[in-house]
Protein backbone atom coordinates (compact mmCIF):
# COMPACT_ATOMS: atom_id res chain seq x y z
CA UNK A 1 0.00 0.00 0.00
CA UNK A 2 1.24 3.19 -0.89
CA UNK A 3 2.22 5.97 1.83
CA UNK A 4 -0.23 8.35 0.01
CA UNK A 5 -3.03 5.61 -0.08
CA UNK A 6 -2.58 4.88 3.59
CA UNK A 7 -2.33 8.18 4.83
CA UNK A 8 -5.66 8.67 2.90
CA UNK A 9 -6.64 5.69 5.45
CA UNK A 10 -5.57 6.76 8.33
CA UNK A 11 -7.23 10.39 7.67
CA UNK A 12 -10.44 8.54 6.99
CA UNK A 13 -10.39 6.55 10.25
CA UNK A 14 -9.57 9.88 12.13
CA UNK A 15 -12.44 11.93 10.70
CA UNK A 16 -14.75 8.78 11.30
CA UNK A 17 -13.82 8.63 14.71
CA UNK A 18 -15.68 11.58 15.46
CA UNK A 19 -18.92 9.47 14.09
CA UNK A 20 -18.16 7.44 17.32
CA UNK A 21 -20.77 7.95 20.28
CA UNK A 22 -19.29 9.72 22.87
CA UNK A 23 -19.25 8.93 26.94
CA UNK A 24 -21.78 11.60 27.33
CA UNK A 25 -23.94 10.26 24.31
CA UNK A 26 -23.64 6.86 26.09
CA UNK A 27 -24.94 7.98 29.39
CA UNK A 28 -27.50 9.92 28.15
CA UNK A 29 -28.80 7.01 26.28
CA UNK A 30 -28.13 4.82 29.82
CA UNK A 31 -30.42 7.85 31.64
CA UNK A 32 -33.61 7.30 29.57
CA UNK A 33 -36.43 6.42 30.86
CA UNK A 34 -37.58 3.05 28.67
CA UNK A 35 -36.16 1.72 25.52
CA UNK A 36 -38.72 3.82 23.33
CA UNK A 37 -36.68 6.90 24.41
CA UNK A 38 -33.64 5.22 23.84
CA UNK A 39 -34.80 4.53 20.41
CA UNK A 40 -36.01 8.12 20.39
CA UNK A 41 -32.44 9.75 21.06
CA UNK A 42 -31.02 7.28 18.81
CA UNK A 43 -33.22 8.66 15.70
CA UNK A 44 -30.49 11.79 15.84
CA UNK A 45 -27.41 9.00 15.19
CA UNK A 46 -25.86 7.43 12.52
CA UNK A 47 -28.40 4.76 13.72
CA UNK A 48 -31.07 6.59 12.88
CA UNK A 49 -32.05 5.77 9.37
CA UNK A 50 -32.24 2.35 10.27
CA UNK A 51 -35.00 2.70 13.74
CA UNK A 52 -36.94 5.61 11.97
CA UNK A 53 -37.73 2.87 9.21
CA UNK A 54 -38.70 0.56 12.23
CA UNK A 55 -42.70 1.13 13.37
CA UNK A 56 -42.90 1.66 16.91
CA UNK A 57 -44.73 -1.28 18.16
CA UNK A 58 -41.89 -3.47 16.79
CA UNK A 59 -39.28 -1.52 18.39
CA UNK A 60 -37.62 -4.21 21.10
CA UNK A 61 -33.79 -4.73 22.01
CA UNK A 62 -33.40 -7.61 19.98
CA UNK A 63 -34.48 -5.35 16.73
CA UNK A 64 -32.16 -2.35 17.70
CA UNK A 65 -28.93 -5.57 18.24
CA UNK A 66 -29.78 -6.32 14.82
CA UNK A 67 -29.93 -2.57 13.51
CA UNK A 68 -26.22 -2.12 15.71
CA UNK A 69 -24.88 -5.00 14.35
CA UNK A 70 -25.63 -4.08 10.78
CA UNK A 71 -24.05 -0.77 11.31
CA UNK A 72 -21.02 -2.42 13.21
CA UNK A 73 -20.62 -4.46 9.86
CA UNK A 74 -21.23 -1.09 7.22
CA UNK A 75 -18.53 0.59 9.54
CA UNK A 76 -15.80 -2.49 9.25
CA UNK A 77 -16.51 -3.04 5.59
CA UNK A 78 -16.53 0.78 4.17
CA UNK A 79 -13.09 0.33 5.53
CA UNK A 80 -11.99 -2.04 3.17
CA UNK A 81 -13.44 -0.18 0.39
CA UNK A 82 -10.81 2.94 1.45
CA UNK A 83 -8.06 0.67 1.89
CA UNK A 84 -5.66 -0.76 -1.30
CA UNK A 85 -2.60 -3.58 -1.22
CA UNK A 86 -2.14 -5.80 1.87
CA UNK A 87 -4.03 -3.22 4.50
CA UNK A 88 -7.03 -4.02 2.16
CA UNK A 89 -6.19 -7.39 2.69
CA UNK A 90 -5.78 -7.21 5.98
CA UNK A 91 -9.06 -5.45 6.46
CA UNK A 92 -10.46 -8.41 4.81
CA UNK A 93 -9.41 -10.74 7.24
CA UNK A 94 -9.99 -8.59 10.35
CA UNK A 95 -13.67 -7.89 8.92
CA UNK A 96 -14.07 -11.84 8.47
CA UNK A 97 -14.93 -12.30 12.57
CA UNK A 98 -18.65 -12.09 11.39
CA UNK A 99 -18.58 -14.42 9.38
CA UNK A 100 -16.45 -16.48 11.54
CA UNK A 101 -19.57 -15.72 14.05
CA UNK A 102 -21.81 -16.79 11.27
CA UNK A 103 -20.34 -19.95 10.95
CA UNK A 104 -20.29 -20.33 14.83
CA UNK A 105 -24.27 -19.65 14.80
CA UNK A 106 -24.95 -22.29 12.20
CA UNK A 107 -22.91 -25.36 13.69
CA UNK A 108 -24.50 -24.59 17.01
CA UNK A 109 -27.92 -24.74 16.12
CA UNK A 110 -26.96 -27.72 13.84
CA UNK A 111 -25.47 -29.40 16.85
CA UNK A 112 -28.60 -28.66 18.91
CA UNK A 113 -31.25 -29.61 15.90
CA UNK A 114 -32.54 -26.25 15.81
CA UNK A 115 -33.89 -24.72 12.51
CA UNK A 116 -31.80 -21.47 12.14
CA UNK A 117 -33.18 -19.13 9.83
CA UNK A 118 -31.03 -16.32 7.80
CA UNK A 119 -32.24 -13.29 9.63
CA UNK A 120 -30.32 -15.03 12.02
CA UNK A 121 -26.88 -14.42 11.11
CA UNK A 122 -25.22 -11.13 10.92
CA UNK A 123 -25.69 -9.61 7.87
CA UNK A 124 -22.54 -9.85 5.55
CA UNK A 125 -22.31 -8.23 1.98
CA UNK A 126 -22.22 -10.76 -0.30
CA UNK A 127 -18.94 -9.58 -1.98
CA UNK A 128 -17.19 -10.19 1.02
CA UNK A 129 -17.67 -13.64 1.64
CA UNK A 130 -16.94 -17.08 -0.18
CA UNK A 131 -19.10 -18.74 2.30
CA UNK A 132 -23.04 -20.47 0.99
CA UNK A 133 -24.56 -19.48 4.05
CA UNK A 134 -27.75 -20.78 2.61
CA UNK A 135 -26.28 -23.89 1.85
CA UNK A 136 -25.06 -24.34 5.68
CA UNK A 137 -28.46 -23.58 6.86
CA UNK A 138 -29.24 -26.47 4.57
CA UNK A 139 -27.26 -28.62 6.08
CA UNK A 140 -28.45 -31.63 7.83
CA UNK A 141 -25.60 -31.88 10.77
CA UNK A 142 -22.33 -30.31 12.10
CA UNK A 143 -20.37 -33.22 9.54
CA UNK A 144 -22.09 -31.77 6.64
CA UNK A 145 -21.63 -28.25 7.57
CA UNK A 146 -17.82 -28.74 8.26
CA UNK A 147 -18.36 -30.18 4.59
CA UNK A 148 -19.26 -27.68 2.61
CA UNK A 149 -16.41 -24.96 4.43
CA UNK A 150 -14.23 -27.39 2.76
CA UNK A 151 -13.54 -25.49 -0.61
CA UNK A 152 -13.04 -21.97 1.42
CA UNK A 153 -10.82 -20.95 3.69
CA UNK A 154 -11.76 -22.54 6.85
CA UNK A 155 -10.77 -25.86 5.59
CA UNK A 156 -8.86 -26.53 8.56
CA UNK A 157 -11.89 -27.02 10.54
CA UNK A 158 -12.15 -30.61 9.84
CA UNK A 159 -9.00 -31.53 11.73
CA UNK A 160 -11.51 -30.56 14.68
CA UNK A 161 -13.75 -32.78 13.69
CA UNK A 162 -12.91 -35.78 15.25
CA UNK A 163 -12.62 -34.20 18.66
CA UNK A 164 -15.87 -32.66 18.06
CA UNK A 165 -17.23 -36.64 17.93
CA UNK A 166 -15.30 -37.50 20.98
CA UNK A 167 -16.31 -34.11 23.07
CA UNK A 168 -19.63 -34.17 21.62
CA UNK A 169 -19.27 -30.04 22.02
CA UNK A 170 -18.66 -27.71 19.27
CA UNK A 171 -17.00 -25.91 21.79
CA UNK A 172 -13.44 -27.29 20.06
CA UNK A 173 -15.19 -26.63 16.83
CA UNK A 174 -15.64 -23.14 17.82
CA UNK A 175 -12.15 -23.00 19.22
CA UNK A 176 -10.77 -24.34 15.26
CA UNK A 177 -12.59 -21.69 13.70
CA UNK A 178 -10.83 -18.83 16.43
CA UNK A 179 -7.75 -20.62 15.25
CA UNK A 180 -8.30 -20.09 11.57
CA UNK A 181 -9.38 -16.96 11.72
CA UNK A 182 -6.89 -14.90 13.91
CA UNK A 183 -4.31 -17.18 12.52
CA UNK A 184 -5.28 -15.51 9.01
CA UNK A 185 -5.50 -12.26 10.80
CA UNK A 186 -2.04 -12.85 12.25
CA UNK A 187 -0.25 -13.66 9.06
CA UNK A 188 -0.97 -11.09 7.26
CA UNK A 189 -0.17 -8.73 10.16
CA UNK A 190 3.24 -9.80 9.80
CA UNK A 191 3.04 -8.28 5.73
CA UNK A 192 1.36 -4.88 6.62
CA UNK A 193 4.83 -2.37 7.01
CA UNK A 194 5.14 0.00 10.38
CA UNK A 195 2.24 -2.50 12.10
CA UNK A 196 3.65 -2.09 15.52
CA UNK A 197 0.70 -0.74 16.90
CA UNK A 198 -1.26 -3.54 14.23
CA UNK A 199 0.56 -6.68 15.67
CA UNK A 200 0.16 -5.28 19.39
CA UNK A 201 -3.47 -4.78 19.25
CA UNK A 202 -4.12 -8.40 17.49
CA UNK A 203 -1.43 -10.03 19.34
CA UNK A 204 -3.40 -8.70 22.72
CA UNK A 205 -6.55 -10.10 21.39
CA UNK A 206 -5.08 -13.67 21.14
CA UNK A 207 -3.79 -13.60 24.32
CA UNK A 208 -6.76 -12.53 26.13
CA UNK A 209 -8.55 -14.67 24.38
CA UNK A 210 -6.48 -17.39 24.98
CA UNK A 211 -5.83 -16.51 29.02
CA UNK A 212 -9.46 -16.21 28.82
CA UNK A 213 -9.85 -19.58 27.36
CA UNK A 214 -8.30 -21.11 30.07
CA UNK A 215 -9.54 -19.38 32.65
CA UNK A 216 -13.63 -19.72 31.94
CA UNK A 217 -12.96 -23.84 30.99
CA UNK A 218 -10.81 -24.20 34.22
CA UNK A 219 -13.52 -22.72 36.01
CA UNK A 220 -15.99 -25.11 34.38
CA UNK A 221 -13.58 -27.86 36.15
CA UNK A 222 -13.03 -28.95 32.16
CA UNK A 223 -9.81 -31.57 32.04
CA UNK A 224 -6.30 -29.64 31.16
CA UNK A 225 -5.42 -31.67 28.04
CA UNK A 226 -9.00 -30.21 26.82
CA UNK A 227 -8.18 -26.65 27.81
CA UNK A 228 -5.05 -27.13 25.74
CA UNK A 229 -7.04 -28.11 22.29
CA UNK A 230 -8.98 -25.30 23.00
CA UNK A 231 -6.19 -23.05 23.07
CA UNK A 232 -5.26 -20.63 19.50
CA UNK A 233 -1.81 -21.92 18.51
CA UNK A 234 -0.89 -18.38 18.40
CA UNK A 235 0.70 -16.20 21.05
CA UNK A 236 2.11 -12.61 21.72
CA UNK A 237 3.09 -11.33 25.21
CA UNK A 238 2.06 -14.44 26.79
CA UNK A 239 4.53 -17.51 25.53
CA UNK A 240 3.48 -21.27 25.09
CA UNK A 241 4.81 -22.38 27.63
CA UNK A 242 3.10 -20.15 30.16
CA UNK A 243 0.07 -20.64 29.20
CA UNK A 244 0.51 -24.20 29.35
CA UNK A 245 1.37 -23.59 33.03
CA UNK A 246 -1.78 -22.05 33.28
CA UNK A 247 -4.16 -24.89 32.05
CA UNK A 248 -1.69 -26.94 34.45
CA UNK A 249 -2.10 -24.79 37.16
CA UNK A 250 -4.37 -24.46 39.67
CA UNK A 251 -6.38 -20.99 39.00
CA UNK A 252 -5.14 -19.50 42.07
CA UNK A 253 -1.64 -19.26 41.02
CA UNK A 254 -1.96 -17.65 38.15
CA UNK A 255 -0.74 -14.08 38.86
CA UNK A 256 2.81 -15.93 39.75
CA UNK A 257 2.53 -17.49 36.25
CA UNK A 258 0.95 -14.95 33.82
CA UNK A 259 3.62 -12.20 35.22
CA UNK A 260 3.37 -10.13 31.81
CA UNK A 261 2.70 -6.65 33.78
CA UNK A 262 0.26 -5.72 31.33
CA UNK A 263 -2.27 -8.31 32.15
CA UNK A 264 -1.34 -8.57 35.67
CA UNK A 265 -4.41 -6.45 37.07
CA UNK A 266 -6.54 -8.86 35.02
CA UNK A 267 -5.11 -11.68 36.10
CA UNK A 268 -5.72 -10.67 39.60
CA UNK A 269 -9.51 -9.56 38.93
CA UNK A 270 -10.46 -12.96 36.91
CA UNK A 271 -9.22 -15.14 39.97
CA UNK A 272 -11.45 -13.21 42.21
CA UNK A 273 -14.15 -13.36 40.08
CA UNK A 274 -13.55 -16.91 39.23
CA UNK A 275 -12.96 -18.24 42.90
CA UNK A 276 -16.25 -16.16 43.96
CA UNK A 277 -18.32 -17.49 41.27
CA UNK A 278 -19.12 -14.74 39.35
CA UNK A 279 -18.34 -16.30 36.10
CA UNK A 280 -20.93 -14.42 34.33
CA UNK A 281 -18.39 -11.01 34.76
CA UNK A 282 -15.67 -12.41 33.26
CA UNK A 283 -15.83 -11.91 29.57
CA UNK A 284 -16.46 -8.39 30.37
CA UNK A 285 -13.28 -7.71 32.22
CA UNK A 286 -11.70 -9.46 29.46
CA UNK A 287 -13.01 -7.09 26.92
CA UNK A 288 -12.88 -4.25 28.80
CA UNK A 289 -8.90 -4.20 28.91
CA UNK A 290 -8.72 -4.81 24.87
CA UNK A 291 -11.15 -1.65 24.68
CA UNK A 292 -9.06 0.36 26.83
CA UNK A 293 -6.18 -0.22 25.27
CA UNK A 294 -7.58 0.25 22.31
CA UNK A 295 -8.82 3.65 23.80
CA UNK A 296 -4.92 4.00 24.57
CA UNK A 297 -3.76 2.92 21.25
CA UNK A 298 -5.75 6.01 19.40
CA UNK A 299 -3.58 8.55 21.33
CA UNK A 300 -0.48 6.45 20.61
CA UNK A 301 -0.46 5.01 17.24
CA UNK A 302 -1.85 8.21 15.18
CA UNK A 303 -0.29 7.80 12.38
CA UNK A 304 -0.30 3.83 12.28
CA UNK A 305 -2.09 1.19 11.13
CA UNK A 306 -2.68 0.31 14.73
CA UNK A 307 -5.22 3.36 14.74
CA UNK A 308 -7.68 1.79 12.38
CA UNK A 309 -7.94 -1.81 13.80
CA UNK A 310 -8.60 0.29 17.37
CA UNK A 311 -11.04 2.90 15.99
CA UNK A 312 -12.78 -1.33 14.88
CA UNK A 313 -12.40 -1.99 17.63
CA UNK A 314 -13.98 0.82 19.39
CA UNK A 315 -16.73 0.63 17.28
CA UNK A 316 -17.35 -2.88 18.32
CA UNK A 317 -17.64 -1.10 22.00
CA UNK A 318 -19.90 1.25 20.97
CA UNK A 319 -22.40 -1.40 19.60
CA UNK A 320 -22.07 -3.74 22.70
CA UNK A 321 -22.88 -0.96 24.81
CA UNK A 322 -25.65 0.12 22.70
CA UNK A 323 -26.70 -3.46 22.62
CA UNK A 324 -26.04 -3.29 26.25
CA UNK A 325 -28.38 -0.20 27.19
CA UNK A 326 -31.19 -1.45 24.77
CA UNK A 327 -31.35 -5.05 26.29
CA UNK A 328 -31.19 -3.41 30.15
CA UNK A 329 -33.95 -0.75 29.08
CA UNK A 330 -35.62 -3.71 27.52
CA UNK A 331 -35.47 -5.72 31.42
CA UNK A 332 -36.51 -2.66 32.67
CA UNK A 333 -32.96 -2.40 34.89
CA UNK A 334 -32.47 0.78 36.63
CA UNK A 335 -29.60 3.27 34.84
CA UNK A 336 -27.19 2.55 37.26
CA UNK A 337 -27.21 -1.65 36.65
CA UNK A 338 -27.13 -0.68 32.92
CA UNK A 339 -24.19 1.90 33.80
CA UNK A 340 -21.94 -0.63 35.90
CA UNK A 341 -22.49 -3.13 32.21
CA UNK A 342 -21.07 -0.44 29.95
CA UNK A 343 -17.67 -0.55 28.84
CA UNK A 344 -16.20 3.11 30.09
CA UNK A 345 -15.11 5.46 26.73
CA UNK B 1 -83.76 -44.58 54.92
CA UNK B 2 -86.86 -43.15 56.52
CA UNK B 3 -88.26 -44.93 59.51
CA UNK B 4 -91.82 -44.74 57.87
CA UNK B 5 -91.20 -46.76 55.12
CA UNK B 6 -88.98 -49.51 56.31
CA UNK B 7 -90.37 -52.68 56.23
CA UNK B 8 -90.76 -54.30 59.87
CA UNK B 9 -89.59 -57.74 59.28
CA UNK B 10 -86.70 -59.93 60.50
CA UNK B 11 -85.33 -60.09 57.36
CA UNK B 12 -85.01 -56.15 56.76
CA UNK B 13 -83.12 -56.13 59.94
CA UNK B 14 -80.90 -59.03 59.31
CA UNK B 15 -79.66 -57.03 55.76
CA UNK B 16 -79.81 -53.50 58.11
CA UNK B 17 -77.43 -55.06 60.52
CA UNK B 18 -74.92 -56.73 57.75
CA UNK B 19 -75.27 -53.24 55.85
CA UNK B 20 -74.38 -51.35 58.96
CA UNK B 21 -71.31 -54.00 59.33
CA UNK B 22 -70.32 -53.35 55.69
CA UNK B 23 -70.57 -49.32 55.98
CA UNK B 24 -68.27 -49.51 59.58
CA UNK B 25 -65.64 -51.25 57.57
CA UNK B 26 -65.71 -48.92 54.71
CA UNK B 27 -65.77 -46.21 56.81
CA UNK B 28 -62.75 -47.67 58.40
CA UNK B 29 -61.08 -48.07 55.07
CA UNK B 30 -62.07 -44.66 54.21
CA UNK B 31 -60.63 -43.45 57.67
CA UNK B 32 -57.21 -44.94 57.13
CA UNK B 33 -57.40 -43.44 53.45
CA UNK B 34 -57.52 -40.12 54.81
CA UNK B 35 -54.80 -40.86 57.28
CA UNK B 36 -52.67 -41.85 54.23
CA UNK B 37 -53.43 -39.02 51.94
CA UNK B 38 -52.95 -36.72 55.01
CA UNK B 39 -49.50 -38.17 55.50
CA UNK B 40 -48.16 -37.85 51.74
CA UNK B 41 -49.83 -34.51 52.00
CA UNK B 42 -47.38 -33.86 54.83
CA UNK B 43 -44.60 -35.13 53.25
CA UNK B 44 -45.05 -33.25 49.87
CA UNK B 45 -45.72 -30.14 52.10
CA UNK B 46 -42.09 -30.21 52.94
CA UNK B 47 -41.05 -30.75 49.49
CA UNK B 48 -42.69 -27.84 48.73
CA UNK B 49 -41.71 -25.79 51.62
CA UNK B 50 -38.38 -25.91 50.20
CA UNK B 51 -40.30 -22.95 47.09
CA UNK B 52 -39.47 -20.07 49.01
CA UNK B 53 -35.80 -20.72 48.95
CA UNK B 54 -36.08 -21.99 45.47
CA UNK B 55 -37.35 -18.72 44.13
CA UNK B 56 -34.92 -17.03 45.66
CA UNK B 57 -32.08 -19.11 43.80
CA UNK B 58 -34.29 -18.60 40.58
CA UNK B 59 -34.31 -14.92 40.69
CA UNK B 60 -30.88 -15.03 41.05
CA UNK B 61 -30.37 -16.95 37.63
CA UNK B 62 -32.49 -14.32 36.08
CA UNK B 63 -30.38 -11.57 37.74
CA UNK B 64 -27.46 -13.63 35.89
CA UNK B 65 -29.49 -14.10 33.06
CA UNK B 66 -30.01 -10.67 32.78
CA UNK B 67 -26.41 -9.64 32.74
CA UNK B 68 -25.46 -12.35 29.99
CA UNK B 69 -28.05 -10.66 28.07
CA UNK B 70 -26.60 -7.46 28.35
CA UNK B 71 -23.16 -9.17 27.67
CA UNK B 72 -23.76 -10.61 24.85
CA UNK B 73 -27.33 -9.42 23.44
CA UNK B 74 -30.28 -11.33 22.65
CA UNK B 75 -28.88 -12.64 19.62
CA UNK B 76 -25.84 -14.39 20.97
CA UNK B 77 -27.79 -15.74 24.10
CA UNK B 78 -30.12 -17.43 21.65
CA UNK B 79 -27.32 -19.08 19.22
CA UNK B 80 -25.48 -20.34 22.63
CA UNK B 81 -29.18 -22.07 23.80
CA UNK B 82 -29.21 -23.37 20.66
CA UNK B 83 -26.48 -26.02 21.43
CA UNK B 84 -28.96 -27.28 24.19
CA UNK B 85 -31.58 -29.30 22.96
CA UNK B 86 -34.84 -29.21 25.29
CA UNK B 87 -35.20 -31.07 28.27
CA UNK B 88 -37.07 -34.36 27.70
CA UNK B 89 -39.95 -35.39 30.45
CA UNK B 90 -43.06 -36.71 30.28
CA UNK B 91 -45.94 -36.51 32.67
CA UNK B 92 -48.04 -39.69 32.91
CA UNK B 93 -51.01 -40.66 35.90
CA UNK B 94 -50.04 -42.41 38.91
CA UNK B 95 -52.16 -44.16 41.24
CA UNK B 96 -52.08 -42.88 44.75
CA UNK B 97 -54.59 -44.45 47.24
CA UNK B 98 -56.95 -44.51 43.81
CA UNK B 99 -56.21 -40.85 43.49
CA UNK B 100 -54.82 -40.08 39.97
CA UNK B 101 -51.33 -37.57 40.68
CA UNK B 102 -49.07 -36.46 38.24
CA UNK B 103 -45.79 -38.29 37.88
CA UNK B 104 -42.76 -36.08 35.84
CA UNK B 105 -40.54 -39.30 33.95
CA UNK B 106 -37.29 -37.70 33.19
CA UNK B 107 -35.77 -38.66 29.35
CA UNK B 108 -32.16 -36.99 28.60
CA UNK B 109 -31.16 -34.51 29.96
CA UNK B 110 -30.15 -30.83 28.21
CA UNK B 111 -26.61 -31.02 27.96
CA UNK B 112 -24.73 -27.53 28.42
CA UNK B 113 -21.48 -28.43 27.89
CA UNK B 114 -20.95 -27.03 23.96
CA UNK B 115 -21.60 -24.07 25.25
CA UNK B 116 -18.70 -21.22 24.69
CA UNK B 117 -19.39 -18.15 26.56
CA UNK B 118 -18.30 -18.01 30.06
CA UNK B 119 -21.14 -15.84 30.90
CA UNK B 120 -23.94 -17.82 29.01
CA UNK B 121 -22.66 -20.74 30.31
CA UNK B 122 -22.83 -19.54 34.17
CA UNK B 123 -26.54 -18.81 33.45
CA UNK B 124 -27.12 -22.12 31.54
CA UNK B 125 -25.58 -23.97 34.73
CA UNK B 126 -27.57 -22.33 37.27
CA UNK B 127 -30.34 -23.02 35.15
CA UNK B 128 -30.46 -26.13 34.69
CA UNK B 129 -29.72 -27.02 38.04
CA UNK B 130 -32.76 -25.55 38.62
CA UNK B 131 -34.85 -27.12 36.37
CA UNK B 132 -34.73 -30.19 38.29
CA UNK B 133 -35.96 -28.68 41.74
CA UNK B 134 -38.26 -27.03 39.59
CA UNK B 135 -39.74 -29.76 38.12
CA UNK B 136 -39.69 -32.04 41.28
CA UNK B 137 -41.43 -28.60 42.92
CA UNK B 138 -44.44 -28.85 40.44
CA UNK B 139 -45.11 -32.22 40.49
CA UNK B 140 -45.33 -31.91 44.71
CA UNK B 141 -47.57 -29.25 43.98
CA UNK B 142 -49.15 -30.89 41.25
CA UNK B 143 -49.97 -34.13 43.52
CA UNK B 144 -51.18 -32.16 46.69
CA UNK B 145 -53.89 -30.26 44.30
CA UNK B 146 -55.31 -33.85 43.67
CA UNK B 147 -54.80 -35.73 46.80
CA UNK B 148 -56.15 -32.35 49.03
CA UNK B 149 -59.39 -32.90 46.80
CA UNK B 150 -59.04 -36.66 47.23
CA UNK B 151 -59.10 -35.69 51.01
CA UNK B 152 -61.52 -33.37 50.94
CA UNK B 153 -64.00 -35.71 49.41
CA UNK B 154 -63.35 -38.56 51.50
CA UNK B 155 -63.68 -36.29 54.46
CA UNK B 156 -66.90 -35.73 53.43
CA UNK B 157 -68.05 -39.16 52.91
CA UNK B 158 -66.38 -40.19 56.27
CA UNK B 159 -68.22 -37.80 58.00
CA UNK B 160 -71.44 -38.28 56.17
CA UNK B 161 -71.37 -41.92 57.26
CA UNK B 162 -70.52 -41.31 60.94
CA UNK B 163 -72.72 -38.35 61.66
CA UNK B 164 -75.70 -39.08 59.17
CA UNK B 165 -75.73 -42.44 57.41
CA UNK B 166 -74.76 -44.92 60.50
CA UNK B 167 -76.61 -43.15 62.98
CA UNK B 168 -79.80 -43.28 60.67
CA UNK B 169 -79.48 -47.35 60.44
CA UNK B 170 -78.65 -47.65 64.00
CA UNK B 171 -82.01 -45.75 64.32
CA UNK B 172 -84.14 -47.60 61.82
CA UNK B 173 -82.80 -51.20 63.30
CA UNK B 174 -83.60 -49.75 66.87
CA UNK B 175 -86.47 -48.89 65.69
CA UNK B 176 -87.39 -52.14 63.84
CA UNK B 177 -85.86 -54.43 66.75
CA UNK B 178 -88.57 -52.62 69.00
CA UNK B 179 -91.23 -53.15 66.31
CA UNK B 180 -90.45 -56.87 66.21
CA UNK B 181 -90.13 -57.26 70.10
CA UNK B 182 -93.67 -55.67 69.96
CA UNK B 183 -94.84 -57.90 67.70
CA UNK B 184 -93.94 -60.86 69.43
CA UNK B 185 -95.45 -59.59 72.59
CA UNK B 186 -98.51 -58.68 70.94
CA UNK B 187 -98.25 -62.20 69.22
CA UNK B 188 -97.58 -64.15 72.71
CA UNK B 189 -100.32 -62.02 74.81
CA UNK B 190 -102.24 -62.62 71.52
CA UNK B 191 -101.55 -66.95 71.57
CA UNK B 192 -102.33 -66.77 75.16
CA UNK B 193 -105.71 -65.09 74.26
CA UNK B 194 -106.41 -67.30 72.25
CA UNK B 195 -105.56 -70.03 74.45
CA UNK B 196 -107.98 -68.51 77.16
CA UNK B 197 -110.45 -68.10 75.40
CA UNK B 198 -110.51 -71.91 73.85
CA UNK B 199 -110.32 -72.85 77.64
CA UNK B 200 -112.95 -71.00 78.28
CA UNK B 201 -115.00 -72.66 75.51
CA UNK B 202 -113.98 -75.90 76.81
Known amino acids: MSSVAFLYLVTRVHGLRTHLMTSDDIRFLARSKGLREVSDNLLKTEYGTEISKLPTKEVDAATLEAIFLKKLVERFFFLIRQA ?38 IPLPREYTLVNFPALLNAKDVEEVVALLHET ?31 KVWKIVGKVSGGNGLKNLVGEEIDLKNILIAFSLKARGLPSSLIEKMLIPLFHRVPKERLHSLVQSRLEDAPGIVTTPRYRELISGAVNLARGGSAVLLERIFLKQLYEDASKALETYFLNVGYVIAYLLLCEREAR ?25 | MSLQRAAVTRGVLLRLREQIDFIKRGKELLKMKRDNLAAETNRLLARVAKRHEFDKRLMDAYETLKTAYMTLGFSRIQSEASTVRLLEAKIRPRSLMGVLVPEIVYGKKPVITSITSASAYAVAEKLSGLMNELLEIAEAEGR ?52 AVIRGVE
Open chain 1, 153 to 183: SYRPLVESLQPYRETGSTMVLEAGLDGIYLG
Open chain 1, 321 to 345: NLVTIATGKQLSMGEEEISQNLFEI
Open chain 2, 144 to 195: IESIAQELMMTNRKVNALERVLIPKLLELIRYIDGRLEEETLEEFFRAKRVK
Open chain 1, 84 to 121: QGNMRDLLKEYCSRFEAENIKRVIRAKHGGQIMEESNL
